[in-house]
């Protein structure tokens, strides 16, 4: 079982639409869980960071954090053409810096 | 401020030589984190340096060796390269410990071995 599992995709979402990305960690003790996009051929940049239990919003983009069930998930409402990309997300805990394999988005007009 | 920059930004190598990889931190940050980055592999952790000292390391075998220095810039180095080793370097520094703190990255040093 990998530490961090993403679902590949491509997930494809209507222009306007909500996109649900998902991510579940293996590792109890993780603490901190950062969601990060990456367009072709950038380098990561931040979308959002959760710490507790529960929803975070910022705009259009909302974490959602369970410690019990070990998952945290990002949606992205009304969601542009400029929204497609690799979604990474990644659980922080003592010595492991550990990314999952990220989510392609694809957002069609 | 200014962002994380790194370089080279392109490298072009042959196998059994060599390389150095150089990552300057955005200011005042003290973590300087090293990826590698494939299509096959994703994102890999290699290592996280936190005020001059080795705090995690990745499954990566001793070829890949890193350092930073008391400004905070980091160095990655990799002997004997092998032909696996092509892919994109990527350091992300943050103010504290890499585990806990927002990293951000660099745009990367893309590397091929031939």
């Known amino acids: 079982q990998k530490e961090v599992e993403q679902n590949s995709g491509p997930l494809s979402v209507p222009e306007g639409a909500i996109a649900s990305l998902n991510c579940t960690y293996s590792d109890r003790v993780s603490q901190s869980f950062f969601w990060y996009r990456q367009y072709s051929g950038k380098s990561p940049e931040l979308i959002m960071s959760?710490?507790?239990?529960g929803d975070k919003e910022d705009g259009r983009f909302t974490a959602q954090l369970n410690k019990a069930s070990q998952y945290v998930s990002l949606l992205i409402r009304d969601s542009q053409p400029s929204d497609s990309a690799t979604y990474l997300c990644?659980?922080?805990?003592?010595?492991?810096?550990?990314f999952g394999q990220g989510t392609t988005l694809q957002v069609k007009p | 401020k200014a962002g994380v920059t790194q370089t080279p930004r392109y490298l072009i190598k042959t196998r059994g030589q060599q390389v150095t990889l150089s990552c300057s931190p955005i200011?005042?940050?003290?973590?300087v984190s090293w990826y590698q980055q494939t299509p096959g592999q994703g994102l890999q952790f290699l290592f996280e340096y936190f005020s001059e000292t080795q705090r995690n390391k990745g499954n990566f075998p001793g070829r890949f060796s890193g350092r930073q220095f008391s400004n905070s810039r980091s160095e990655m180095n990799v002997s004997t390269l092998e032909l696996g080793d092509s892919a994109l370097y990527l350091c992300?520094?943050?103010?504290?410990?890499?585990?806990?703190?927002?990293?951000?990255f660099g745009p990367g040093t893309r590397l091929t071995v031939l």
């Open positions: 959760i710490y507790s239990n």
């Open positions: 200011s005042g940050h003290r973590s």
């Open positions: 990644r659980a922080g805990n003592t010595g492991k810096l550990i």
């Open positions: 992300a520094s943050s103010l504290g410990t890499g585990e806990t703190d927002t990293q951000y």
